[in-house]
């Protein structure tokens, strides 16, 4: 699995895990000290996932720009005043 697909997995759990907490609350009541830690928990989870997603989004590697280069020659006037690598220039002599 991917990155990608694992924190889509963690969101699906929280997701089912708010609903059970929601159905907890309806069933126990929301006054309880241990609820309100649940509810704050599961908050807590879903702020820590949604950083965790967002430092994912900036590691991913990203896949280099493909440049097209054309089968097509060049145009010889783009080299008429360039040097040849290792001959030097062409209308003088090397020292």
């Avoid at 929301?30 to 830690?37: H, K, N, S, Y």
């Avoid at 900036?58 to 089968?71: F, G, W, Y």
């Avoid at 145009?75 to 020292?95: F, K, M, N, Q, Y």
Wanted: glycine fraction near 6%; charged fraction near 30%; charge should be negative.
């Amino acid at each position: 699995m991917s990155v990608h697909d694992d924190l889509i997995s963690v969101q699906r759990s929280l997701d089912d895990l708010s609903r059970s907490v929601g159905r907890l609350e309806r069933q126990l009541g929301t006054g309880g000290l241990e609820m309100r830690r649940v509810r704050a928990d599961a908050a807590h989870l879903r702020e820590s996932v949604e950083l965790l997603r967002t430092a994912a989004a900036q590691a991913a590697p990203r896949s280099p720009e493909l440049v097209t280069i054309s089968d097509t020659p060049y145009d010889i006037t783009l080299w008429t005043d360039s040097d040849d690598e290792g001959l030097g220039v062409r209308d003088r002599h090397a020292p």
